[in-house]
């Protein structure tokens, strides 16, 4: 299996890029990354072009890893291919009718991709086969854990939830350690605190597999130190500002599949 990904030098293709190599789904040899400087120093052995349609023609998958706004610009064709792509917001629909293929697939992955942590979720147009599916489970299965999902309207809500990756766990973190500071903490501490409060979390919530609601409700019931916390951050908002934190980025996720890039600017 050969594999293009265009744009592979940004930051989630050339986690994928990397993150296949290692997993050993495919060698570097076998692997076409476009960009549009110099290539870079590392996977000096994959294959490095400017030429988007000759890295669609050497490959047998093609991956889309370009910003939506770019999407319109970029002028490839895959007929009968699978195209998996990982832009935000541009649908199954535009993808076929563009690179002239039913295969096509789109997946949201995330920043901890580099880390192989992304969960990524997926949704494919029906004429992506059984064999397909097992392929873009191996792609996924490099950079971390997935789903095959409903269908697109789903891929656009997890868009704003999972494809956001570590900014909303960053962002609470942010939270608590300036708050932290304020109480006469040292940044560093603080930081190291709240770090490992966050990743230990992550870790027993795997383990376990318990639903976070449950925990929340264990915590609540035994009247302690934490149940005031929690208590008190609900009452001031914290579950309406997630919801409508989740609402503006479903917004934004559908409103960039229609922006219009500079080749249809009017």
Known sequence: MRIGIIGGNGWIGGAVARALVAAEVVPAGDLTLSCRSEPPGWLPTAHWTRDNQALADRSDVVILSVRPQDWPAVAVAA???????????VTLADIAGRVGTDRVVRAMPNAAADVGRSYTPWTATAGVTDDD??????????IGSGDEVAGEAVIDYMTGLSGTGPAYPALLAAALIRDAVTHGVSPEVARRSVVAMLVGTGRLLEKTDE?????????????????????AMRAAGFDTAVSKGLAAALGKSLALGTAKGPSDAA
């Open 79 to 89: 007929p009968g291919k699978l195209v998996v792509s990982v832009m935000a917001g």
């Open 211 to 231: 639903d976070p609601e449950e925990t929340v409700a264990e915590f609540v019931e035994y009247r302690g130190v934490t149940a005031a916390g929690i208590e």
């Open 133 to 142: 599916r097992v392929t873009v489970a191996r792609l996924v299965g490099s």
